[in-house]
């Protein structure tokens, strides 16, 4: 297990942009895949992307094109760019190590307004 920790959730318009970003406590180029999901009030959490140690990523129907998944081995720091906002991106961002079973930070708030 590791510890994650989220940061750069806010408050921003429709349109804008927030980039959120996961520290890693130890080497993530052992962590075979990092993702980022979500949950809106009154919704089942959510996958929004992830990329694997190799690069590879996947993203939901509903961002692609707007959001961004990358890592940096050598920060141990995983990163969402989040594009073009829209009000139904507004929830609480989860990082995650090793999938629903693995490591989980506490999560950033990122509220879109209209």
């Known amino acids: 297990q590791v510890q994650l920790m989220e940061s750069g959730g806010g408050l921003v318009q429709a349109g804008g942009s927030l980039r959120l970003s996961c520290a890693v406590s130890g080497s993530i180029i052992s962590i075979n895949r990092m993702s980022w999901y979500r949950q809106a009030p009154g919704k089942p959490r959510e996958l929004v992307a992830s990329?694997?140690?190799?690069?590879?990523?996947n993203y939901a129907d509903s961002v692609k094109g707007r959001f961004t998944i990358s890592r940096d081995n050598a920060k141990n720091t995983v990163y969402l760019q989040m594009n073009t906002l829209k009000p139904e991106d507004t929830a609480v961002y989860y990082c995650?190590?090793?999938?629903?079973?693995?490591?989980w930070g506490q999560g950033t708030q990122v509220t879109v307004s209209s």
């Open positions: 995650n190590a090793w999938g629903l079973s693995g490591s």
């Open positions: 990329i694997t140690s190799g690069g590879s990523t």
